[in-house]
């Protein structure tokens, strides 16, 4: 079959690969009809996470068809079958698992020991996302093999498009509980940091909350007017202070809640020039991640409220101002998406006509154009903002 | 064997296995500007561990501390180039070779019996600091934004109802779970302080 593969830092090829095959009584195979890259994969291409090893199959938005069931998936799953797979393993039968903590499930990642050095305890096997979370084949391929596929999966109904579907796998429950970690209520106002999909589909989710008032922090055009698209005011922080800006909009007192959908790539400029520093270090591996907005959101948010961290941090991050968020009060909230816990809910809102999660894709290709796709979406070009792949 | 085939060790039996490599996401300017960060690395070293053989060599016995400064400033501009930013690696490599070619110019005097040494590395320099010239010109073009990619998706709002008509529509059947409650309001939690 064709995959994308990671052959090193920004070195992604439309490879020839062997078809998965089916290991344990619990899997399954699927024939992918539609894939897609995620932000978080280009921390893989930039080759800021640790324990990718050439030859890593990259995706972890997936969905497709049932082609092969192992014997004991047979109660949920069936040949023909169409499912979204969520980017999380889950056993469904741990603690965490059964508390809905699914992206920290104790028994998918079959890297444990790694895991649990790297993270203290392992958490949960992801697809196409380094040997730390299982180093599991991913889902930009034509067929993925879905480990525990009893749990791993949501069946979706004939008769909606693949693209309103799609982000249930990642971006569309990943954004909703970054707002409901958030704990919105009608009298907040939210300020999100990141306009790519995810903030995206956070601006979208916290509206759908019903938060006072949604302000999106970005700076290229196209996803500022897609935010403000939405209803959110916008700050594009190549003209305006983001902090002065945000008490002219909160009477002076900050936003209730605050919520980082950029995580550990900060964009670097003079202007904000702890990102240049973060940089520097991060080239000389003496920090993992750029947390600018970490640092903006601690500094900005209003006593006694929310950081909610949704985009991804790696590993150490520097001078992070803890004094001011232990006086201040501050309550953190911070996971990868516990997928499956959202997307039945979020299946019926697409469904009820509440929510079109298509809305975010500007660019489709097929899976061969993978490699030029990974490189306009890295660079921001040609106003890309989210690439769907079909195999 | 490859690099590919020997990291299946870390893989599973079901997991697939490269069969045949196909196109990559690296452009031609990429893998340049990587190989001119790869000859920084093996020429900053050299000029660290072998300054005064150089400097022999060249007929500039008297720079030797500035050959070695030298080999720490390719080190140093080595790790851009290598990096996702390769642009700024780059220019420092041009920076570098422009400051090569002023010290062997020294070396061009009829008096320096190693004058022919000297002028095959200004030439070699030469030639590198037109490959430096072209791998930036070459990865600024590849990845730059066009003025056209500022594209307008004001009429994507992703809510088929409209975007006023959606605001709260989520707040008429979900309550936020219990164990994602931050904040309560003091009435919550001291009712007989409230009153």
């Known amino acids: ?391 | 064997m490859t690099l590919t085939n020997l990291t299946s060790i870390a893989r599973s039996e079901g997991d697939p296995s490269i069969e045949h490599k196909g196109p990559s996401s690296l452009t031609g300017p990429d893998r340049l500007a990587r190989a001119l960060g790869w000859f920084s690395i093996g020429l900053g070293v050299a000029e660290l561990i072998a300054p005064g053989r150089i400097a022999r060599a060249l007929g500039l016995e008297d720079k030797k501390g500035l050959i070695r400064a030298y080999g720490a400033r390719e080190l140093a501009s080595a790790i851009p180039t290598l990096s996702i930013d390769k642009p700024v690696g780059l220019a420092a490599r041009i920076g570098g070779d422009l400051l090569d070619l002023g010290t062997l110019a020294t070396a061009l005097h009829r008096d320096n019996p190693k004058r022919g040494n000297a002028a095959i590395a200004t030439a070699l320099v030469a030639g590198i600091t037109l490959l430096d010239l072209v791998a930036y010109a070459g990865v600024k073009a590849a990845h730059r934004r066009l003025p056209g990619d500022d594209r307008d998706y004001s009429d994507r709002s992703g809510f088929p109802r409209g975007a006023q008509p959606s605001r709260g529509l989520a707040r008429q059947d979900f309550d936020i779970p219990t164990d994602y409650r931050a904040e309560g309001t003091v009435a919550d939690a001291l009712p007989t302080l409230a009153t």
């Not at chain 1, 830092?9 to 897609?36: F, G, H, L, N, Q």
């Not at chain 1, 023909?80 to 998918?108: A, H, K, L, W, Y």
């Not at chain 1, 392992?122 to 040997?131: S, V």
């Open chain 1, 1 to 391: 079959m064709k995959a994308l593969v990671w052959h090193g830092k920004e070195d992604i090829r439309y490879d020839t690969v062997s078809d998965p095959a089916i290991e344990d009584s619990r899997d399954a195979i699927i024939k992918v009809t539609s894939c897609a890259i995620c932000g978080s994969d280009l921390h893989l291409f930039h080759n800021l996470v640790p324990a990718m090893l050439p030859g890593d199959i990259m995706g972890h938005e997936t969905m497709g068809e049932v082609v092969e069931v192992g014997s004991a998936a047979k109660g949920t799953l069936k040949k023909g079958d169409r499912v979204v797979i969520p980017f999380t393993i889950q056993c469904g039968e741990c603690d965490q698992c059964m508390r809905g903590n699914f992206s920290v499930c104790e028994r998918t990642n079959r890297k444990k020991d790694l895991g649990d050095k790297a993270f203290g305890h392992a958490t949960a096997g992801l697809f196409g996302y380094t040997h730390l979370t299982g180093g599991y084949p991913g889902g930009q391929a034509e067929y993925l093999r879905v480990p525990f596929a009893d749990t791993t999966h949501v069946k979706v109904p004939d008769g909606i498009d693949d693209e309103k579907l799609l982000f249930l796998s990642d971006i569309l429950p990943t954004g909703w509980q970054a707002a409901v970690q958030a704990d919105i209520q009608p009298t907040d106002t939210v300020a999100i940091w990141g306009c790519g999909p995810v903030g995206q589909m956070t601006i979208r989710s916290a509206i759908l909350l019903g938060a006072e008032q949604v302000i999106a922090i970005d700076h290229l055009p196209e996803r500022l007017s897609m935010a403000a698209a939405a209803g959110a005011i916008t700050i594009n922080f190549d003209e305006e202070n983001v902090v002065e800006r945000l008490n002219e909009l909160t009477g002076g007192k900050g936003p209730h809640k605050c919520i980082d959908a950029v995580g550990t790539e900060s964009h670097v400029s003079f202007g904000q020039p702890d990102t240049v520093l973060d940089r520097a270090k991060q080239m000389l591996m003496m920090e993992n991640d750029r947390p600018h907005v970490l640092r903006e959101m601690i500094y900005v948010c209003r006593p006694a409220g929310v950081i909610s961290i949704i985009g991804v941090y790696l590993g150490l991050v520097d001078k992070i101002p803890m004094g001011q968020a232990m006086n201040k009060g501050l309550t953190f909230r911070m996971a990868q998406a516990h997928v499956p816990r959202w997307t039945g809910d979020l299946l019926r809102r697409i469904e009820d006509g509440q929510i079109d999660p298509s809305f975010v894709i500007t660019h489709k290709a097929s899976l061969a154009d993978g490699p030029e796709m990974y490189r306009t979406f890295r660079d921001k070009a040609d106003g890309c903002v989210k690439v769907m792949l079909r195999p």
